[in-house]
């Protein structure tokens, strides 16, 4: 009887001081959660754990408010960053648009300076031949007033001999026939 009623008194004891069966749960953390991202596990006081991972890392909560604040920071930087990259790739691929544009402007505006080179070129020959035609017909107008110039002093010089001869043949036709009279 009396190892009942210490058997009895013992599992009273037992009861009455023992942990709740809820409180007591035994949380386990896997191996896998040494490689997992995200938000961690909060340890609540008066529970047990199971650890499989190699390495656990403790820190309260205002380290890890802070190391969050790092991480969240950042991300917004990584963001910005990114953000950042696909303004430059969008402003780099703009401007090899317009570098290629302006390439085919440049070999347009050389095919018409080309085109244009080669029309002055035409025109300044048609300019010259139109010149060396003008040289020639001047010089053909120049000999042809230096003949008019030469027929009309030898005409002055042929009309001034025959005035000169008539008045010769008047004076000696005036001279005989006032000699005969």
Excluded: C, H, W
């Excluded at 009273?12 to 596990?41: C, M, N």
């Excluded at 020959?125 to 042809?144: F, G, M, P, V, W």
């Amino acid at each position: 009887m009396k190892n009942l009623l210490l058997f009895l008194l013992t599992l009273t004891v037992s009861f009455s001081y023992s942990q709740d069966t809820t409180s007591s749960k035994i949380i386990e953390i896997p191996e896998s959660y040494a490689d997992r991202q995200g938000e961690p596990f909060l340890v609540k006081r008066d529970s047990l754990y199971v650890f499989r991972t190699p390495d656990i890392y403790l820190v309260n909560k205002k380290t890890f408010l802070a190391f969050k604040n790092v991480f969240t920071s950042t991300l917004d930087q990584d963001k910005m960053t990114q953000s950042l990259i696909e303004k430059y790739s969008q402003t780099l691929s703009r401007n090899i648009d317009l570098e290629r544009k302006l390439k085919i402007n440049f070999q347009a505006s050389d095919s018409l300076d080309l085109q244009v080179y080669k029309r002055t070129q035409e025109t300044l020959a048609n300019t010259q031949r139109a010149l060396d035609y003008t040289i020639n017909s001047l010089e053909k107008a120049s000999n042809s007033l230096e003949i008019v110039e030469k027929n009309t002093k030898r005409q002055r010089r042929k009309s001034a001999f025959e005035k000169i001869l008539f008045a010769i043949g008047g004076i000696g036709i005036g001279v005989i026939v006032g000699v005969t009279l």
